[in-house]
């Protein structure tokens, strides 16, 4: 498959990470400290499950790639945040909702998110995007097959996740149950038609 195919049949890898960042990003600005604990509790769990995939990601797919071209420096920047926030997230996931410093908690990691965000966005996927514009495609392909691996294992988590942050909407709720089928088929569909090997 032609690079010019693959970008035109899977989003770059720089725009699939700046859309991983506007969603946790927009499942943040969805948190309020006054919300019922069982809301409190799916949208942080929510946003450490978009973290921990992103993170994976990053760390299998795009940082390896990019290593050479922007410095070691850069890359090793971004493994230490990226520590710093999964020792955040299991600090989190081990805290109940009502518990004192709990919403502290949540916003010294989105301080570091943001700061890790502004960054990547700002320095590391301008730089790739410059240097590295025919690899971008073919890394998005790779990215997307990675992304269901490392999702589908957890689905039942991600569905029962957004179905506490939907506050007991019934539309929200009907939402997610169609989100958690369709990422099943997605499954299923990708393992009995998908043939593109990866690239090492």
Not at 20 to 37: E, I
Request: proline share 6%; charged share 30%; with cysteine.
């Amino acid at each position: 498959m032609t690079n010019a195919l693959v970008s035109r049949l899977f989003p770059s890898v720089t725009n699939m990470i700046r859309l991983d960042h506007t969603h946790v990003l927009s499942t943040y600005h969805q948190y309020k400290p006054s919300a019922p604990p069982r809301v409190k509790k799916g949208l942080v769990h929510t946003i450490c499950t978009a973290l921990e995939v992103h993170a994976q990601l990053e760390e299998d797919i795009f940082y390896p790639a990019v290593r050479a071209r922007i410095g070691e420096d850069r890359i090793d920047k971004s493994f230490e945040e990226h520590r710093e926030m999964r020792r955040l997230i299991d600090e989190l996931r081990a805290m109940e909702p009502d518990a004192p410093g709990y919403d502290d908690k949540l916003a010294e990691l989105m301080r570091d998110v943001m700061h890790h965000v502004a960054d990547e966005e700002t320095i590391v996927l301008p730089m790739a995007e410059r240097d590295m514009a025919d690899e971008l495609g073919p890394l998005g392909m790779r990215m997307t097959r990675r992304r269901v691996e490392l999702v589908a294992p957890r689905i039942g988590e991600i569905a029962l996740d957004m179905g506490r942050a939907a506050s007991g909407n019934t539309a929200a709720l009907a939402l997610v149950g169609c989100a958690a089928i369709g990422l099943l088929m997605a499954r299923r569909h990708w393992r009995t038609t998908t043939t593109l090997p990866l690239r090492s």
